[in-house]
């Protein structure tokens, strides 16, 4: 196993030499590799994390006469860098988190994991991505990475091979993981993604037909496809319900203004009767999800936490479970059944029917809740800034995808605005920042847009 890390490097470095653009496009098309762990000079370190390194180092040293010699020309320097100050100000809170959590090995890792190196691999795509043609390629490179994922997802849901917690793995209630630990990890990377490749997809439908422009087709269809399946078979709701919605909202600002009006007043009369009706409905069903229960359980215990005395700072990097201690209960009594007579049966029935309803509760690594996640790692102020970014950043994406809208590239800009809306929704219920993968392919996404608002301001200069 050795050998072969090794080996790999070795020739990453060379196509990192020979074309660092290629290297980038490997790199983010093995964002899941993350998952090969290992230790160098007994750092703990990922495959995922080493490449970054690797491309960031060539990077900087191909740019060394322009960062010493200040050879870049004068009207490029007054462009201000896309997202500086969000940047700056992210990597400054989080560096503060470290200390936060007492300067621990973990807070370490998870500064450079999650925050140092996805924004030194979001410099690298910003200064060497430029052209149109450049964004395709970033798009294909996650397309195909999504395609064999989905793949291997749907392969374990017909076989069950490869899926080694035997609960997820049974027949019955079968959850496909991919190369991941568990099912939700599927459909937190599948998610963004599906959105841009459908993006992609309208793109090259638009082009001039060829025997090349239609295998490429071809192959993002059948990505679309599969991505979308293993979400299903992943059985996220929290995923199913986000990449929904986000559809529902871009279709809404693609069709004509009278149809948007009639959908607008369709809505606002059914709102009382949906209410009237379907409240007590919609209470039983929260009150009978068990993910719903536990992440409710989790909130308030964070909420609890985060008052007393850790309001501005919160937790610290990596230091969550440990704060949460202290305002973690066991466990809680479950209404599998939707009873509505729960509450009163659990008083009077005998030990047996409790215990059957009794739901033991662990202590999760984040709130799971996007807003809590990045409060209890990075403190209020930090989540504030990280929040500002997501929905800024909807924004550009929003704005531009309109502004080409009579051309085939607002659909990639479409692409975008639906996968960062799918991270902002998904992320009420679940954590889709921090994980190796994740957080890169945030950034990745970022760097897009950030090249878009590049490409904007330079037509003023040229």
Not at 237 to 243: C, F, H, Q, R
Not at 378 to 385: E, S
Request: charged share 15%.
């Amino acid at each position: 196993m050795n050998f072969l890390i090794v080996l790999y490097f070795l020739l990453f470095l060379f196509l990192s030499r020979l074309n660092l653009k290629m290297a980038v496009l490997v790199l983010i098309f093995s964002l899941p590799s993350y998952l090969i762990r290992f230790n160098i000079f007994s750092v703990p370190t990922t495959l995922l994390e080493v490449m970054i390194l690797i491309v960031f180092t060539f990077f900087l040293f191909n740019k060394r006469k322009e960062i010493f010699k200040n050879t870049t020309k004068k009207w490029a320097q007054k462009i201000p860098y896309p997202f500086s100050w969000e940047i700056i100000l992210i990597l400054a809170l989080s560096f503060v988190a470290i200390f936060i959590a007492d300067l621990n090995s973990s807070a370490l890792g998870i500064f450079k994991a999650y925050f140092l190196e996805p924004i030194f691999l979001f410099i690298v795509i910003v200064n060497i991505f430029r052209s149109e043609k450049d964004i395709k390629k970033i798009f294909y490179a996650l397309s195909l990475s999504a395609l064999t994922v989905s793949l291997v997802a749907i392969w374990q849901k017909i076989t069950g091979q490869f899926i080694f917690n035997e609960f997820w793995a049974n027949p019955e209630n079968r959850r496909v993981v991919s190369f991941f630990g568990y099912p939700n990890a599927v459909a937190l990377y599948l998610g963004p993604i599906i959105p841009i490749s459908i993006g992609l997809f309208i793109y090259k439908i638009k082009e001039r037909g060829s025997l090349n422009s239609f295998l490429k087709q071809l192959i993002l269809f059948i990505t679309i496809l599969s991505s979308c399946l293993a979400i299903y078979f992943s059985k996220s709701k929290g995923a199913i319900l986000a990449i929904g919605l986000s559809f529902v909202f871009v279709i809404f600002i693609l069709i004509k203004r009278k149809y948007k009006i009639y959908l607008l007043i369709l809505f606002l009369a059914l709102i009382p009767s949906f209410y009237f009706y379907k409240k007590d409905w919609i209470n039983l069903k929260l009150s009978s999800s068990l993910s719903y229960q536990i992440r409710l359980i989790g909130w308030q215990e964070t909420t609890s936490m985060l008052n007393d005395g850790n309001f501005l700072w919160g937790a610290g990097l990596a230091n969550y479970q440990n704060k949460i201690k202290e305002y973690h209960q066991e466990g809680f009594f479950f209404n599998k059944d939707s009873d509505p007579d729960f509450k009163r049966k659990i008083i009077i029935f005998d030990d047996k029917y409790r215990a059957e309803r009794w739901q033991p509760l662990e202590i999760y690594l984040y709130p799971h809740n996007i807003f809590l996640n990045f409060w209890t790692e990075i403190g209020l102020i930090g989540a504030i800034i990280f929040m500002f970014l997501i929905f800024k950043s909807l924004f550009i994406s929003l704005k531009a995808g309109l502004k080409e809208k009579n051309s085939k590239e607002s659909f990639l800009y479409l692409g975008i605005f639906s996968s960062l809306l799918i991270i902002t929704i998904h992320g009420i219920f679940d954590v889709p920042y921090f994980k190796n993968d994740l957080s890169v392919l945030f950034w990745v996404i970022l760097s897009i847009l950030a090249i878009y608002q590049l490409k904007q301001k330079t037509k003023k200069y040229e």
